[in-house]
């Protein structure tokens, strides 16, 4: 396979296009829908990535920049204000809200570390989505509690993705379509997070996250790389968020919880932080993960004929097992990357010294 | 009745009771560094055990005092949550003591979860109501009202945290304590056994939790198997508004944050004539939170750490 | 980016996907049938509910009361156009969760299921309703109550319980003309459930002629209400009203006694149920609160239905007959359409008008039940006593 990189790489992209269709045939169209939420997932998670990952600053909040997106999506395309803009319109103009929102919340707290950040990102997270949640009087922006609903389907050139379309005589439904147009965003965000990495700035990033106070004595500018982390993961965050609304035709606070956060962080550990592979593994188990649990009730029924203990009640609880196992035998994730590998490797000492300047707060 | 007077009790109860989450929260974190998730849930714990022996011994011998009924149910509860926190810290977080971070960081929201759905399991969906067996009497202060477990709360929590302090501060487990919330690698060179520094560290958070879980539910009358999630994280906030790491930080953290939601509920709605009401109560409260940090990046009563040397 | 780069990160997207879809392979199984042995036409009815959550109990008994209907319409035999038809209901679980409706609704359109009978809740019922939409095929949801769900302009979106709109205002009337209250103070939760029942009754209330005093706050995960109601103590209200469920609304009668707030409360049916008589306690004498359609030995049918529900499935929680009457309103159009076929039910769907167990069942241009009838109830020595039904 090394040796062939372009033959795998013709195959991974012949499975990765028929895939919805494959799945479609043997598990049903909802699966199509669960592949699409997937999709959506690595692309936060990999916008995520690059503030906790790349640059070392936790954020709790990841969430208020996907509702970000969301909603101004919603404002512009749906009857809600009367605007319909068109798809391609409207969501960069979502994804640089979002950007602009992550400068904002970058520029007070670039003196806070560590943990000290993370509750300010939290709690902007909940500002957020409190907003969004009571902004329906005085005036009605957010539609309060009831949520914006009749979003525009996207519509390219005429072609819209809503019901089943014919293209190329092959009968495509929406939940299809939504997955090239998720698989297309997710190619470019894979491509671009590894462009970053692997630019000065993504190095300028790696040595804000391994020692600040170094990386800025070597004439990084940490102020600006900081805010540049955030407003890049937030701008990827704006992008999901448009997607997500264009997807669902209907958004609403209940969407955008502190759980998304914390989910989508457990995602990027998980898989192996700061390690693209790793994020999108993370990802994609942590969607299906839930959504396969759900057929143990099925299982036990065609076992036992009788189902003895609720699927859900399970699901969760298997879930937060997994969370722990999977940290307790692969704290580095599931796919570290190399350079994380090497540090456990090493020699006690050294790995304790390398962790210490990891996410630091305390001196 | 005086309404400012009644809101500064309502918040300095309701701050005591996050005091009083937040010194297990801020205790952990001195000496590991670790934002304990899952001590909210150990909390929640507490509140479970105590009521099912509440209500088993309500069952067996009805004519005993509430008061003793209910101090039965925190003294079953006390172990419970302590052999709770004692087996999550052995078997989630001390394997994970030389790994990055954030690992026990996930490790603690899996234990989280992993709570909330076995209490779910055991204790059922619904909210379990707290029975109304502690005296209710209600007392006039300065014009507003407050009732006997209201200042049973403030006082229990101011008690416990001088224990706390005392302990920290003059006894040889709490030298023990601080030495390894220094250097872990040096106070074991001077023979601290510092896994069991740290295991006790657990035990003794969970203990407070216990009793925390008791009141909260005794207040409020209920019980539900998610109370814990978000009772730990406004505990967590109200830790790091006063300085995590630091007791007295807690506790002031604590009744600070008690305070701001109760006047930011209350008053919020006049000070912006009616344009934010009190559904912007926690806005309020994360406010004033962010606005702490920023100006003190190490909270109110934290050490200062200009930079990292 | 090298092709030897995109090559290492690719796998593990690819992988996931097909990790993903081989292990709900392995653990979905079976195939489906369409026809049963004795050559009868087998037909697929949804409903949908939380049957996980803080919600089972009541979206368990919303899929008894559908079953109920379904196995006693297979048990008389039903005929379509000269077929012999057997229904199935599967029964899917949405957990209350929008994201998660979406999922199941889409699972239903894909197992080819004629009808829905869902969902439980207002916030799940929107987002699928567009899926029911797309794919043509007719839901009708036993208790939702949001006023948007018929208000999207779909036709395929029906309900068979009196909305918010219609709860509010009858609770609003209520509070100014039957109670007399004159200064109101009103609390909502912030949901979409709590904020639509409160902005109706406060609609209704300043109609009929009330001032209301305070507009309060709070959130479906709150203990907590001490603030808020010292706030209202101090306007002195004659009344205060609670939009909302029993989770917050018990501590929050117990606080308002506490406080000692002497004000009457009134609620939604978010409050009528026997889980807020348990935690507010004592404090909840004299609480008056409403639940749409009639109390269950008011409804024509009602004594009979609890004797058949109760023999199979327990006692009744609150919606199960709503849910049956749904299925028969379904199963009536089908009948006239003399087919199961979507398009042609929907077509019979606006001309129902049959006599279930909650009373008749007919509907409006939107999809809305015209025999909307709410009750109100008091808390009395631990029970709920109805005092009254307004139509």
Known sequence: ?363 | MDIFTQQLINGLVLGSIYALVALGYTMVYGILELINFAHGEVTMIGAMVALSVIGLLMGAAPDLPGLMVVLAGVLVAIPACMLLAFAIEKMAYRPLRKAPRLAPLITAIGVSIILQNAAMLIWGRQYVSFPRILPEARHELFGAHITDLQIAIVALSLLIMAGLWLLVQKTRLGRAMRATAQSKEVAALMGVNVDRVISATFVIGAALAAVAGVLVSAYYGLAHYYMGFLLGLKAFSAAVLGGIGNIAGAMLGGLLLGVIEALGAGYIGDLTGGFLGSHYQDVFAFFVLILVLVLRPSGLLGERVASRA | MSIKRAVSSLPSLAAGMVLAVAASLSLSGCGQKTETGDGSQIVRIGSVAPLTGPQTHIGKDNENGARLAVDEINAQGLELGGRKVKLELLGEDDQAEPKTATIVAQKLVDAGVVAVIGHLNSGTTIPASKIYFDAGIPQISPSATAVAYTAQGYKTAYRVMANDAQQGKALGQYAVGKLGAKKIAIIDDRTAYGQGLADEFEAAAKAAGGEVLAREFTNDKATDFTAILTSIKGKDPDLVFFGGMDPQGGPMTQQMKRLGLRAQLLGGDGLQNINYLKLAGVDAEGVIASSPGLPIDAMPGGAEFRKKFEAKYGAIQVYAPYAYDAVYALVEAMKRAGTVEPVKVLAELPKTDMQGVTGPVKFDAKGDTTGGAVTLYKAVGGAWQVLETVK
């Not at chain 1, 759900?294 to 609880?317: C, E, K, N, T």
Request: aromatic letters at 12%; charged letters at 10%.
């Open chain 1, 1 to 363: 396979m090394r040796r062939k990189p372009q033959i795998a790489f013709f195959w991974l992209s012949v499975l990765l296009v028929a895939l919805p269709f494959l799945t479609g045939a043997a598990l049903g169209n909802s699966w199509v829908r669960v592949l699409d939420f997937a999709l959506l997932y690595v692309m936060l998670a990999l916008g995520l990535n690059i503030v906790v990952g790349y640059a070392g600053l936790l954020d709790l909040g990841y969430v208020a920049f996907y509702a970000l997106g969301a909603y101004l999506y919603a404002w512009l395309a749906s009857p809600h204000f009367g605007v319909h803009l068109p798809f391609w319109a409207v969501l960069p103009l979502g994804a640089a809200l979002a950007g602009l929102f992550g400068v904002l919340l970058g520029a007070p707290t670039l003196r806070l570390r560590g943990d000290y950040l993370a509750i300010v990102t939290l709690g902007f997270g909940e500002i957020i989505r409190i907003f969004m949640n009571n902004l329906n009087a005085p005036v009605n922006i957010t539609n309060g509690p009831q949520g914006i609903n009749l979003i525009d389907p996207v519509a390219l050139g005429g072609f819209r993705f809503a019901g089943t379309q014919q293209v190329l005589g092959v009968s495509l439904p929406s939940t299809y379509l939504f997955y090239y147009l998720f698989l297309a965003f997710t190619l470019a965000a894979i491509f671009i997070a590894m462009r970053l990495q692997d630019s000065r700035i993504g190095r300028a990033w790696a040595a804000l996250r391994e020692d600040e106070v170094a990386a800025a004595a070597m004439g990084v500018n940490t102020r600006n790389l900081k805010l540049l982390a955030f407003a890049m993961g937030a701008t990827f965050g704006g992008l999901a968020g448009g997607l997500f609304a264009a997807f669902q035709g209907f958004i609403s606070p209940e969407s955008f919880n502190l759980w998304e956060s914390i989910l989508i962080l457990c995602m990027i550990v998980l898989g192996g932080m700061g390690h693209i592979p790793g994020v999108i593994l993370g990802a994609v188990l942590l969607t299906v993960l839930p959504e396969a649990l759900r057929y143990i009730g099925d299982w036990q029924r065609h076992a036992f004929g009788h189902v003895y203990v609720d699927p859900s009640d399970l699901r969760m609880l298997l879930f937060g097992l997994a969370l722990v196992l999977m940290m307790v035998y692969r704290p580095a994730g599931l796919i570290p990357s190399r350079q994380r590998k090497r540090e456990f490797a090493a020699e006690d000492g050294v790995a304790e010294q390398e962790q210490a300047s990891l996410y630091d707060a305390r001196g």
